[in-house]
């Protein structure tokens, strides 16, 4: 029987973790953070782990003080999507992390340290509003915010708009909302383009189909070199 935590490695030269739900997040992490290592805008110390969906991430975060080299880390930072309610959401993290690591963290996400020195905080995707407020929805909410640009064929943001409709006109003809909206207008705009038909979100990330420079992501550019600050 796996132990407690064991899909959960821990490096000790890597004292700065990324906890994330799900392969798609990970793998969009990973390209993202590539971006800021090589812009010089952030070191190359963090380890991403994904811990799987949401209910998963939750019970993980309730063993993960059990890991080998738990004690040798100095922060994390855990990423999920905000889905309905980015309150419910955030509120959601902030019971999880009271139970796991007995601290009290804001609605917010701030960093706070731990009575072992270790801080801790959260980002809920697709990020924040003009107020600082966490916005309802998902990583696909946030890669249609940050789309390089449209094909040649296209001006302005004209495929997002046509991908819309396409997915109006669905939901109208089957008289039932679709179940996943979020995923699938990211990927009926993918499915209009040559380069990036049939890509997942971490390989049209890797296929550089997403602005990293945008500023949609400054919230999570400012929650890393937080992390890696130690500030």
């Given at each position: 029987?796996?132990?407690k935590?064991?899909?959960?490695?821990?490096?000790?030269?890597i004292?700065?973790v990324i906890?994330?739900?799900?392969?798609?997040?990970e793998?969009?992490?990973?390209?993202?953070?590539?971006?800021l290592?090589e812009?010089?805008?952030?070191?190359?110390?963090?380890?991403?782990?994904?811990?799987?969906g949401?209910?998963e991430?939750?019970?993980?975060?309730?063993?993960?003080?059990?890991?080998?080299?738990?004690?040798?880390?100095q922060?994390?930072?855990i990423?999920?999507?905000?889905?309905?309610s980015?309150?419910?959401?955030?509120?959601?993290?902030?019971k999880?992390?009271?139970?796991?690591?007995?601290?009290?963290?804001?609605?917010?996400?701030?960093?706070?340290?731990?009575?072992?020195?270790?801080?801790?905080?959260?980002?809920?995707?697709p990020?924040?509003?003009?107020?600082?407020?966490?916005?309802?929805?998902?990583l696909?909410?946030?890669?249609?915010?940050?789309?390089?640009?449209?094909?040649?064929?296209?001006?302005?943001n004209?495929?997002?708009?046509l991908?819309?409709?396409?997915?109006?006109?669905?939901?109208q003809?089957?008289?039932?909302?679709?179940?996943?909206?979020?995923?699938?207008?990211?990927?009926a705009?993918?499915?209009?383009?040559?380069?990036?038909?049939?890509?997942?979100?971490?390989?049209?990330?890797?296929?550089q189909?997403?602005d990293?420079?945008?500023?949609?992501?400054?919230?999570?550019?400012e929650?890393?070199?937080?992390?890696s600050?130690g500030?």
């Open positions: 029987m796996p132990k935590g064991e899909s959960i490695k821990l490096i000790p030269k004292p700065y906890l994330c739900e799900g392969r798609d997040e793998l969009f992490l990973r390209c993202y953070v590539s971006h290592v812009g010089k805008v952030a070191p190359d110390t963090f380890n991403i782990i994904n811990l799987g949401n209910e991430l939750q019970k993980k975060l309730r063993v993960l003080h059990s890991v080998e080299y738990y004690d040798h880390m922060g994390f930072l990423i999920r999507d905000a889905e309905a980015a309150v419910n959401a955030a509120r959601s993290l902030q999880s992390m009271n139970a796991a690591f007995d601290m009290d963290i804001p609605l917010d996400g701030r960093f706070t340290q731990n009575s072992e020195g270790i801080r801790f905080g959260f980002v809920l995707l990020g924040k509003n003009d107020e600082g407020d966490f916005c309802d929805g998902t696909e909410d946030l890669c249609c915010q940050i789309l390089r640009e449209s094909p040649k064929e296209f001006s302005g004209d495929l997002l708009k991908s819309h409709s396409y997915l109006e006109a669905v939901e003809k089957r008289q039932t909302p679709l179940r996943t909206a979020h995923k699938n207008q990211l990927h705009y993918l499915s209009g383009t040559d380069r990036f038909v049939g890509l997942k979100i971490g390989e049209a990330a890797r296929a189909c997403f990293f420079s945008s500023p949609a992501l400054d919230f999570l550019k929650a890393l070199i937080q992390l600050s500030n």
